[in-house]
């Protein structure tokens, strides 16, 4: 079995801009403008967001980020696997990753928005497996009958 390997990287090279573009071209096709949340390769270098993506021998498999929301409050953002690598527990390792940094930065709390269509189901299956919660909207987010917000407490 090759190793995954997740580390920090740069939201703007040119292979995790096309999958970052590819995040928001399925968040687009499936979710209200209103509530596409997608944070773009600048977005994704500013304001304290650590970028993290997963690889095999180079090769680029996932993207995610943690966001800083407010006082023990990181949101996960930009999460998404590519297509040929779905279906392989990368989403999952990805997942882990982002709430173990999080545990590290003494956070209490991380929180995500996710859609409430079909195109959304595996995502909302794979937070629900980890222990997320529905929970009220947070930071930018606002009731919608399109998404959701949830939530997991890591810390005390």
Request: hydrophobic share 45%.
């Amino acid at each position: 079995m090759i190793p995954i390997d997740i580390a920090p990287d740069d939201p703007r090279e040119p292979d995790v801009v096309h999958l970052i573009q590819a995040h928001l071209a399925h968040a687009r096709a499936w979710s209200k403008p209103e509530d596409v949340h997608v944070l773009e390769s600048e977005a994704l270098v500013a304001g304290g967001v650590e970028f993290f993506s997963a690889r095999e021998q180079g090769r680029l498999l996932a993207i995610g980020a943690l966001s800083p929301v407010g006082e023990g409050l990181s949101e996960i953002k930009s999460m998404h696997t590519a297509l040929e690598a779905r279906r392989r527990g990368i989403g999952r390792a990805m997942l882990e990753h982002l709430v173990d940094i999080a545990v590290l930065r003494d956070q209490v709390c991380v929180a995500l928005e996710t859609g409430l269509g079909e195109a959304f189901a595996p995502a909302r299956a794979l937070y629900r497996s980890r222990g997320f919660r529905p929970c009220p909207p947070f930071g930018i987010h606002r009731v919608s009958d399109d998404s959701i917000c949830m939530s997991l407490a890591i810390g005390t």
